[in-house]
């Protein structure tokens, strides 16, 4: 059964002002049992006109839209809505909670805990930041090395992303998905904010950081 939202409206925050003036609404998006894609939150509300600028907290779980006046609410639910239906298409295990050691305002998010196949990794790139995809297995030596960089690179760097992949083992669907490319661990997949991908077998730190400020 696919992971399901509730979806409601915290609070509405207007200015009194003459009409057409801006407003800020405030919406809290509370997963029921799961999944959450913030790049796909973030695709969705920016094809909504009207909306100014946004913001999504991901620790309150909060999603702040300013917009002219007269915008309705549902609009806005509406594109939650896609971006949840887009979400559990494509990674029903995705969690918003940060793996363990990783700072709560870090951008990273567990996508498969298991070895569950996520769909394709394009549709989880976060718009404006370097998105790394970090394949490893809880039995993988090398792997802990390449989190403790990754953890490192969150905490300083606001436009790079983590999202982790537990492959448990290469037969897994999420090894299967990933392909012939995937022959050792650790494996990085660095895509840049340009949508340009970069493979990195093994930990090899030098290349990590060539791929976090390429082009």
């Known amino acids: 059964m696919k992971r399901s939202y509730f979806i409601t409206l915290a609070a509405v925050i207007a200015l009194a002002s003459p009409a057409f003036a801006d ?23 920016k094809k909504v006109k009207g909306i100014k600028k946004f913001n999504f907290d991901k620790t309150k779980l909060q999603l702040a839209v300013t917009s002219a006046n007269g915008l309705p609410d549902q609009v806005v639910l509406d594109a939650i809505k896609r971006a949840r239906a887009r979400c559990s298409s494509n990674a029903d295990m995705a969690t918003m909670v940060a793996p363990e050691n990783y700072s709560k305002d870090a951008d990273v998010v567990l996508l498969s805990k298991k070895g569950e196949s996520i769909g394709s990794l394009k549709k989880h790139l976060v718009p404006g930041k370097y998105t790394v995809f970090d394949v490893y ?13 990754l953890r490192d690179l ?3 760097r606001a436009d790079v992303a983590v999202r ?24 990085l997949i660095v895509f840049t904010p340009s949508g340009k991908r970069i493979d990195i077998a093994g930990a090899d730190m030098d290349k990590l950081d060539k791929a976090l400020t390429a082009k």
């Open 23 to 45: 407003k800020t609404q405030v919406f809290s998006v509370r997963p029921e049992e799961g999944t959450f894609c913030e790049s796909d939150l973030q695709a969705e509300v």
């Open 137 to 149: 297995a809880d039995w993988c030596g090398p792997c802990r090395t390449v989190d403790e960089r």
């Open 154 to 156: 969150v905490g300083k």
């Open 164 to 187: 982790k992949l537990n492959v448990v083992d290469f037969e897994s669907p999420l090894g299967k998905e990933l392909g012939s490319r995937l022959e050792a661990l650790p494996y």
